[in-house]
């Protein structure tokens, strides 16, 4: 049995510890690009993209789940460490696919507390698993999760390279500006919940944070002066938004998705 589990693409976002350990606040995009994993009876080994892989997320679900052995391939439809969510991707996808495979009879909420635990424990992501659980465009506050209505839109984006999560959040200034910003913006965003208030407020995070590389600046100004909206996927270098005159293209190979309203859920 495979499970699939959509990419997410945070804007903006601030962490809280909660009792997991740490969480996070904020919002993001889930889009149609995402995880295919396929777990079979097997020795513990792990494939990303048909490749041997140490997977650490991954195997602390395995280790969580079961003392049972498998083998988990697990296909990406993009890179790895460029602010994707493809990290709690693979890791929702596996505990989805295992409790099939074993008959656990584990609820969709339990599983996703355990891809959502290994994600913390390994220091590869705070809130993708929780946004890529419910799809579309996800707001996550402390005690709850919202979504904003959109109608369908083409999502644009641009990898440039990847960045180091773990890194980052071991950066104690990097962390004061993203809790300071990454806190108002989601106040704003509650009072205004619309998806350009969203890329707007996204921008402004990506600026006040300091974490735009120079590719990445050129690129927003660039779709800007062409009408259209892109922002820095956190985190990770790398731009994403709306680009009606493919102004991206100047500056590399674009991917083009759309927004995903579904969460992770079991495939054929």
């Not at 499970?3 to 903006?12: D, M, V």
């Amino acid at each position: 049995m495979k499970a699939f589990c959509p990419f997410h693409i945070t804007g903006f976002f601030a962490l809280k510890p909660d009792r997991a350990g740490m969480s996070s606040v904020g919002c993001g995009i889930v889009i149609a690009d995402g995880a295919t994993t396929e777990a079979v009876v097997g020795e513990g080994n792990v494939y990303i993209n048909r490749e041997p892989s140490p997977a650490p997320t991954t195997r602390t679900v395995l280790a969580a789940l079961s003392e049972q052995q498998a083998d988990v391939r697990t296909e990406l439809a993009g890179p790895i460490s460029c602010g994707l969510g493809t990290s709690g991707a693979g890791a929702l996808s596996t505990a989805l696919s295992l409790n099939q495979l074993w008959k656990l009879n584990f609820s969709f909420n339990a599983l996703c507390e355990t891809a959502q635990r290994a994600e913390i424990i390994n220091k590869t992501g705070v809130g993708d698993v929780i946004a890529q659980a419910v799809g579309g465009v996800v707001i996550r506050r402390q005690d709850s999760v919202d979504r904003i209505p959109t109608p369908p839109l083409e999502i644009s984006y641009l990898v440039f390279g990847p960045l180091s999560t773990p890194e980052i959040l071991a950066d104690r200034g990097a962390l004061a500006a993203i809790e300071t910003f990454g806190s108002a913006a989601l106040k704003k965003l509650i009072r205004k919940p619309t998806f350009d208030e969203f890329m707007r407020l996204s921008r402004q995070f990506a600026y006040d944070t300091e974490m735009l590389s120079q590719k990445a600046r050129d690129a927003v100004e660039a779709v800007e002066a062409a009408g259209g909206c892109v922002s820095m996927a956190m985190l990770g270098d790398a731009v994403y938004g709306t680009d009606p005159s493919d102004a991206l293209s100047e500056f590399g190979t674009v991917r083009k998705t759309a927004i995903y309203k579904c969460g992770a859920h079991l495939v054929l």
